[in-house]
């Protein structure tokens, strides 16, 4: 029993962050979430007893680990931190084209709309861009790049990969990510 | 009544404007555009007869006019290009900061949740964003980077101010732009 029900929890929190990611915070409604995981109701509100801004903050933490993999994976792929950066936006570039442009940053609709509104989903972005940067900036200051630096750098380069995603969407395009690839890889360069 | 009606038309574009900008687009209806705009619904659709779609699409060219004259306005304050995108990113955190993090870009919420399910918006979205471009684009000309450089760098420097924009309202805190600026000041610089 323990299996099935970590798989409807499971499926209830990835529904909710493929509809969230889709339509947005304020255009996904509990009933669909459940429809779309094939989960009853009542299962839902079993998993989550604070509703939609609970669930959110979940698909949100799950959209966290699943880019921190992401990163992870393309930054260990080569030694070299600017190269690194650009297998990142290589494997976004990909990701991104698979799912015909849809799939872009599992949290930036949901963060946008919830700005000052929903404090469990504000905090669960916070916590998921300081993830990203920490992952970045650890491969950084690996490469010798130190102190403020390497902190700074990193979250310029979560930053740019966030807004080149958001236009390779808009462009159907892997373009504004290779390019923020190579700007990226210049930009740390300079610090070497 | 030429400036009654058009005071109308324009009160229903900010007022969609604004509720796209902090709700997104499916969080947003036509009834509450009505009672934001103080109009009627039979003036709504008077307007814009397309209903939702039409109406957001006119909003994103409002949000486009909007951004474009900041950035007009940032990079006419000096003559540096890599000076005249940190006087931009001023421009942006001091408004960020003033509309409490709530008015970031105002087309990036509803660019998200649109992509592939409303032409007329994505053309709305896609002119909006080669419009940026086009602003920086000539400014980097304008002080000698040439041919491709120009084009990508403009590219860039949109996609990095988009990223900053988000992680400022999600860090209440005008420090992602000014990094934003910093870092691709000293990107431009790489090319002079």
Known sequence: MKTTTTGTRERIVRATSRLLRRQGYEGTGIKQISREAEATLGSVYHFFPGGKQELAAEAIRHGDQEFAELLR??????????????????????????????????????????VGRAPAIEEAVAEAFAHWRAVVEAKLRAAGIGGDDARELAATAINTLEGAELAAQVARSEEPLHLAGRHLARLINTYR
């Open 73 to 114: 994976q393309g930054l260990a792929a080569v030694d070299d931190p600017a190269d690194a950066v650009v297998v990142c936006t290589r494997l976004l570039a990909e990701g991104l084209r698979e799912s015909g442009w849809q799939d872009g940053c599992p949290i930036t609709t949901t963060a946008l709309e919830t």
